[in-house]
């Protein structure tokens, strides 16, 4: 088995399912997921939640918002300024989704892979909720629905969402640790 086969397969995968998730109709969902999408442009969602953190959680609170914001700056440099412009994929054919009113969200001009608001996301839900373990279900949970918002709305393919959310969440990790105190 080629590698170059194995990746033909694997983008005849992402293809379909992105056109199935575009011809199925959700009018109920269609503008939330939008809302959503563009709620998370710039991580504006998550420097809101993380004000939340810091003014409601005490220290750990404080923590949970500052590991969370790095991870996020961390996650998109190797995003933005690494990965897409080496890979420089396209970004999908917006067509199929735009026959549903309010569904499709702004197309960025960068590259589609990785995507950089998965990445965002699961950094920071992924940082944040090792801070505070009560929260990371409800974190990491709205970082999945900006993940699939991305999709849902004709900006990414499903596999540049699985790997951004694989790196954010990588990321988050590596920020964690370096910044958790070494035990002697």
């Known amino acids: 088995m080629r590698r170059s086969d194995v990746l033909a397969d694997l983008a005849r995968i992402d293809a ?59 996650a998109s440099a190797i995003v933005n300024l690494g990965l897409k412009p080496l890979h420089g994929r396209a970004r999908p054919d917006a067509g199929a989704a735009e026959a549903a009113p309010g569904r499709l969200v702004p197309m960025p001009r960068s590259a589609s892979f990785p995507s950089g608001h998965s990445a965002s996301a699961f950094a920071f839900a992924t940082a944040a909720g090792a801070e505070l373990p009560l929260l990371a279900f409800p974190l990491r949970s709205l970082a999945a629905a900006v993940a699939y918002s991305r999709v849902h709305g004709g900006a990414h393919y499903p596999g540049d969402v699985v790997a951004g959310s694989l790196i954010g969440g990588a990321t988050a990790a590596a920020v964690v640790r370096l910044g958790s105190p070494r035990s002697p």
């Open 16 to 74: 379909a399912v992105y056109r199935a998730v575009a011809a199925t109709p959700t009018p109920a969902l269609d503008r939330s997921l939008a809302r959503l999408s563009r709620a998370a442009d710039r991580s504006v969602l998550w420097i809101g939640v993380s004000a939340g953190l810091a003014l409601c959680g005490g220290v750990r609170g404080r923590r949970a918002a500052r590991v969370g914001l790095g991870s996020i700056a961390a």
